[in-house]
């Protein structure tokens, strides 16, 4: 018996409304053509403070669904991140739902080393990322801020590799048929669960 893959979709649009939203559902549904476990986080959808108050030096207790979120995120083997870039980066509250539970001694650990311990090592990740910069501009010009911060500064930091990127643009003028397109190439990632 094939052993599932384990795999979290996270949300991080506010609108349910939102492209991402619909390639999330067609990676979701990918996912489970391939008999993959998939449990989702809508970032929008939870309560909790995005504000880390004391930064990493006082614990803030973690609210309910931040507590169910994480353990998602450990129990998975591969994590799929939607979002828009928005001001060359990510929606804020995807960014606050990132400071509240990426902490010390959960995603990483000091260890007096100029480099932390990554305590998620073992996990993968894909960063679909939707915007209305052109793609060139994005990176050859902004030098891919929103996909640096979350694939960099974020996962990889953590140990999450590899980490893959699907870059959509534009999408405020995009036509019916691309955004079609774009919902068959999400859905076949999520039924290769990569």
């Known amino acids: 018996m094939q052993i599932m893959k384990k795999i979290v979709i996270i ?5 349910e409304d939102s492209f991402n939203y619909a390639l999330a559902d067609s990676y979701e549904q ?8 998939v449990s989702k986080i809508d970032i929008g959808k939870l309560s909790f403070d995005p504000n880390l108050a004391h930064g990493y030096q006082k614990r803030i207790s973690l ?7 994480l ?9 799929a991140w939607f979002f828009p870039m ?4 990510c929606p804020a509250i995807m960014k606050g739902f990132i400071d509240r539970v990426f ?7 000091f260890t007096g080393k100029p480099f932390p311990e990554k305590l998620f090592k073992g996990k993968t990740a894909r960063i679909i990322v939707t915007s209305d ?20 500064g974020t996962l990889e930091f953590c140990g999450i590799s590899p980490v893959k990127v699907s870059y959509i643009s534009p999408i405020k003028s995009s036509t019916k048929k691309f955004r079609q397109d774009w919902l068959n190439k999400i859905n076949g990632l999520g039924v290769q669960m990569h």
């Open 86 to 89: 928005w001001w060359y980066g």
């Open 11 to 15: 949300n991080g649009h506010p609108s």
């Open 103 to 109: 902490l010390p001694n959960i995603a990483f650990k």
């Open 133 to 152: 910069t052109p793609k060139w501009y994005n990176q050859w010009v902004m030098k891919n801020p929103a996909i640096n911060q979350l694939k960099k």
């Open 63 to 69: 609210e309910p669904d931040l507590t169910e979120a």
């Open 30 to 37: 990918g996912a489970l053509q391939s008999n993959a476990q």
């Open 71 to 79: 353990e998602k995120i450990k129990r998975a083997e591969h994590l």
